[in-house]
Each structure stands twice: as structure tokens, then as C-alpha cells.
């Protein structure tokens, strides 16, 4: 059953801690991608990676930390320098940067 | 820096009708387009993605057309359903190739 993962489903994060959002594909896809999304807003990008041990920030991309360690895992780190956290994070892939993104099912974090 | 925008920002319509979503860019330098449908609290899925060589693309109801030199695209669906209810996102690739996002279409089709 292949596809893109995103766990947990709803985060909660105190002021002042990081929290980490996992993204997992198993469709052997090079590039993977982190979006986040505002209420009535689109996506806006937070860090890409064309490859394995290689990323690169978006638009948005301060406040937050990724890796690519593994091909198949993009973890994003929200930290406690991202003062406007609350959103809905997605987690994309795609065999090529050219090519159709697929994305996963989102994680909404919530700021207590 | 591409700036990507769809109108109208939302719109209902009875079941049956045929619609038409609208998609503009600024940078018409683009080497595809694509369309993607979001369910409330859900991730995207892609419907279409348009060469920058063709004209229009076609999936079921679904027909989507790009006019480059005019910076447009179109979401064409016929004979509405209300399981069409979502937002659509129309999305180009901007700098460093990477995607750029319209603000989305919410379509609500009433029984």
C-alpha cells in the first residue's frame, strides 16, 4: 500500500518547545516537500529536498529545521523561534522536482 | 516572483451545472500547471497537470486548459455533483522550480 504518511494528526506544543512533525513515503520518490497552510490561505513552502542529505529553504523556512537522512523520511522540527505556529502542516513527494507532487494526509498544530 | 491567483474565492451551484474555475499567474515562463482538489481538514490530491505544450487536459468531467501568453488557466467541470464539493488549488512553478500556490476555490455544489 503505497503512499505518504503524516503523523500525528493533531499536535499540541507549549510555548517555548520544539516539536517534531514526521513525514514518510514508500513510493520511492527523490524530492519530498513541507508546506503550510493558513485558514482561506494557500500552501506556502517551508524547506524542499531534491535528495537524500540535501535540503533547501522556501519562502518560509524561518522558525523551522528539517533532515534527510533516509530517502523515505522528511521530518520537519517546529521550534520555539516560530512564534506563529498554529496551521496545517502538509508533506509532499514526487519522483523529480518537475514532476506531479503527492501529498500526505496533513498535521494540524495547535498552540496551548 | 510568480504570484498565482483564482477567482472567484469561493461559489455555489446547484447539482447539474457546468462550472468554471479561474486560474491567472504573472510569470508566464512556466513549464506546467496544475490543479488540485483539497476535502476539508485533508491533503491535496492532484487532479491535473498540464504541459506547457498543450493547450488542455482532460480527466472524466474534468477539462483544464492553459494559455501561457496570457498567464490563465481554466478547471472546467460538467455536471456538477455535490461529492465535488472542495477547494480546488491551482499551483505553477515559481522560483527555484518549486510550487507556487493560488489561494483556492471553495466549491460547493447543493443537492
Known amino acids: 500500500d503505497g503512499g505518504i504518511t503524516q503523523s500525528p494528526k493533531y499536535l499540541f506544543r507549549k510555548e517555548g518547545q520544539n516539536v517534531t512533525l514526521s513525514c514518510e513515503q514508500n513510493l520511492n520518490h527523490d524530492a519530498m516537500y513541507w508546506y503550510r497552510q493558513d485558514p482561506g490561505q494557500g500552501l506556502r513552502l517551508i524547506y524542499y529536498s531534491q535528495i537524500v542529505n540535501d535540503f533547501q529553504k522556501g519562502d518560509i523556512a524561518e522558525g523551522y529545521s528539517v533532515s534527510r537522512e533516509k530517502k523515505e523520511s522528511f521530518p520537519l522540527t517546529v521550534t520555539s523561534a516560530q512564534k506563529n505556529p498554529t496551521a496545517f502542516y502538509l508533506c509532499?513527494?514526487?519522483?523529480?522536482?518537475?514532476?506531479?507532487?503527492?501529498f500526505g494526509p496533513g498535521t494540524r498544530l495547535l498552540v496551548l | 516572483k510568480q504570484e498565482v491567483t483564482q477567482i472567484p474565492a469561493a461559489l455555489s451551484v446547484p447539482e447539474g451545472e457546468n462550472l468554471v474555475l479561474n486560474c491567472s499567474f504573472t510569470?508566464?515562463?512556466?513549464?506546467?500547471l496544475q490543479w488540485f482538489r483539497q476535502d476539508p481538514g485533508k491533503g491535496l490530491t492532484s487532479l491535473l497537470l498540464?504541459?506547457?505544450?498543450?493547450r488542455e487536459q482532460t480527466s472524466g468531467r474534468l477539462n483544464a486548459s492553459l494559455d501561457k501568453s496570457s498567464g490563465r488557466s481554466t478547471l472546467y467541470i460538467a455536471a456538477s455533483q455535490p461529492g465535488d464539493s472542495a477547494t480546488y488549488l491551482c499551483a505553477v512553478p515559481g522560483s527555484a522550480r518549486q510550487l507556487t500556490f493560488g489561494s483556492g476555490t471553495q466549491l460547493t455544489v447543493l443537492p
Open positions: 509532499a513527494s514526487s519522483i523529480a522536482d518537475t514532476e506531479t507532487q503527492y
Open positions: 510569470d508566464s515562463a512556466i513549464y506546467n
Open positions: 498540464i504541459q506547457s505544450s498543450q
